[in-house]
């Protein structure tokens, strides 16, 4: 079964820092293009940031761009997420999840399509 | 930066009613926009992609439309574990962005 699981959300103060983390299984995770994407309470879904197979290519919304850091150990088939210098704005529920297609072939490009996704962390950023 | 304005807010419906969604894109994405279903406290489910696509596991009744600027969800009989908010999202132009959803009661 493939399943993503995160972790590492709480609360914390505007300026400070968390960690996510995002277990994968089920899939050959060295072969997906993972990304984060939030939801604020109440609110729409927001993609975050993305990263390719070996970890070399990154990209992130403008919002969290210099603040936040995508990566990923395919050894232990983790992603990351570390987050810098949270805003009230960043609260929300970070989702992991996988590209839609997986593949081990050189020059394969990610569809950018969403599935599946974890349960999600919650991250709290308040005074 | 493309955005994306779904309508209805909100619908509500009957089991067994045919519901159509609608995402309409800020400019021409060709195909390239799908369709998420989340329910109250869970994670949002991919349903369609390439506008007309079926992902893994989705039941026929959910079919995808469209292209260009104007997409549609159609639901050909709604069934009672259909309720939720239903999302567009668009990977022609970076970064992908999301509709706010339309809310479908049953």
């Known amino acids: 079964e493939v399943q993503l699981v995160e972790s590492g959300g709480g609360s914390v103060q505007p300026g400070g820092s968390l960690r996510l983390s995002c277990a994968a299984s089920g899939f050959r995770f060295s072969d997906s293009w993972m990304h984060w994407v939030r939801q604020a309470p109440g609110k729409g879904l927001m993609w975050v940031s993305r990263?390719?197979?070996?970890?070399?290519?990154?990209t992130y919304a403008d919002s969290v761009k210099g603040r936040f850091t995508i990566s990923r150990d395919n050894a232990n088939n983790t992603l990351y997420l570390q987050m810098n210098s949270l805003r009230v704005e960043d609260t929300a529920v970070y989702y992991c999840?996988?590209?839609?297609?997986?593949?081990?072939?050189?020059?394969?490009?990610?569809?950018?399509?969403?599935?599946?996704w974890g349960q999600g962390t919650l991250v709290t950023v308040s005074s | 930066e493309v955005v994306l304005t779904q309508s209805p807010a909100t619908l509500s419906l009957s089991p067994g009613d045919r519901v159509t969604l609608s995402c309409r894109a800020s400019q021409s994405i060709s195909s390239d926009l799908a369709w998420y279903q989340q329910k109250p406290g869970q994670a949002p489910r991919l349903l369609i992609y390439?506008?007309?696509n079926r992902a893994t596991g989705i039941p026929a009744r959910f079919s995808g439309g469209g292209s260009g600027t104007d997409f549609t969800l159609t639901i050909s009989s709604l069934e009672a574990e259909d309720f939720g908010i239903f999302y567009c999202?668009?990977?022609?132009?970076?970064?992908?962005?999301f509709g706010a959803g339309t809310r479908v009661e049953i």
């Open positions: 390439d506008a007309s």
């Open positions: 990263i390719d197979r070996d970890g070399t290519a990154t």
């Open positions: 999202q668009q990977r022609s132009i970076w970064p992908p962005t």
């Open positions: 999840t996988r590209d839609r297609l997986t593949s081990p072939f050189l020059g394969y490009l990610p569809e950018n399509w969403f599935d599946p």
